[in-house]
């Protein structure tokens, strides 16, 4: 078949990320030419063989394990740098999405093997390369895919949807690898991509801003955790965890609105609407509530770091981290199963 063939032309391309990612599942012969096959995600399916669409379906969830474990780990290495904050919690949508594809066609959903494949990368000049990499053999994966006459509508949507981000995804880290400075020369450098100048995105992207500036960052990012789970309860009827913690981001805003009032400083419009997720299922909620207490807790552990904060600052942002982690935990147990309405499913992340 026709995407038999193409799969072999796109071997060398998944043989080449393979490489980097654990010697000892990649060995070459003096001219590079034979490469170790391990039949695991975009490598598997690119990998030319005959495999039905349950197969297919496999490939697709370990190669968005991959990402999703690949770019957390960039995250924690180098504290969190856009866009993998931002596509890290994509992928986790990702992920998402095929467990409901699988539920639906009554498969097992595949264990999260991820760990075993993530590139260990020591800069993030290198983190950027192989996000470039990733994404292109997922788009390649995903073409292949949608070259095939035998597959349902769900899985060319499941496919369609995913392709068009990461297509979008690429571009994201191709735009990281262009060097800042003129003539190019930065000694490793990478230029960063602009997030929003919100919340814990303006926070951590930023060094050198007031004392005034980090309170605007943090009551911006409690606006917009509000504002999102607010959101996630008028579309899904008031779920557990989210109907008890929309109240307490409530209170985060309360009590980072006296700070201003003790300062005499105006208290920022909230837009945190305007920065809101869309999600389309409860765990695509459940993902997205827990990368953004991981960011809101990396914003005020930032903060805490400051020299010149005083304590009753440093109370607040404190007993304010200190409640992101329990909202984090919270929202991690209902994705992994183990809370009501979180959607139980087996096999997911371990």
């Not at 980097?20 to 039949?39: I, P, S, W």
């Amino acid at each position: 078949m026709r995407y038999t063939i193409m799969s072999g032309l796109l071997a060398v391309l998944a043989a080449a990320f393979l490489a980097g990612c654990n010697q000892d599942l990649a060995e070459f012969t003096d001219n590079g030419a034979d490469v170790a096959y391990v039949d695991y995600g975009a490598w598997g399916a690119l990998y030319p063989h005959e495999y039905d669409v349950q197969q297919a379906a496999t490939y697709a969830i370990q190669n968005e394990h991959l990402s999703r474990g690949q770019y957390e780990y960039v995250n924690h290495r180098f504290g969190y740098p856009p866009p993998f904050r931002r596509i890290a919690a994509s992928e986790g949508m990702h992920v998402a999405g095929w467990e409901d594809f699988f539920v639906q066609h009554g498969w097992r959903i595949p264990s999260d093997l991820s760990g075993r494949y993530v590139v260990r990368n020591k800069t993030l000049q290198e983190a950027f390369q192989t996000a470039v990499t990733a994404e292109s053999l997922t788009i390649a994966m995903l073409n292949l895919f949608l070259m095939r006459n035998d597959v349902p509508d769900d899985f060319r949507m499941c496919c369609m949807r995913q392709k068009e981000q990461s297509m979008e995804h690429l571009m994201m880290f191709q735009m990281q690898m262009n060097p800042m400075g003129e003539g190019g020369s930065t000694k490793g450098d990478v230029r960063i991509a602009a997030n929003p100048a919100y919340g814990h995105w303006g926070a951590l992207d930023s060094n050198g801003y007031s004392l005034q500036q980090s309170l605007i960052y943090a009551i911006q990012d409690e606006h917009l955790a509000e504002a999102e789970y607010k959101y996630v309860n008028r579309k899904f009827n008031y779920p557990a965890p989210f109907r008890g913690i929309v109240n307490s981001e409530g209170m985060h805003i309360a009590a980072l609105t006296n700070l201003f009032n003790q300062q005499g400083w105006p208290v920022p419009k909230n837009d945190g609407d305007k920065y809101i997720i869309l999600v389309r299922t409860l765990r695509e909620a459940y993902q997205v509530g827990v990368t953004a207490e991981i960011d809101n807790i990396a914003m005020y552990n930032k903060f805490l770091g400051r020299n010149d904060l005083p304590s009753s600052f440093r109370n607040v942002y404190t007993n304010l981290r200190d409640a992101s982690v329990n909202h984090q935990n919270a929202f991690q147990k209902h994705l992994d199963g183990g809370g009501s309405g979180g959607g139980g499913w087996g096999g997911g992340r371990h």
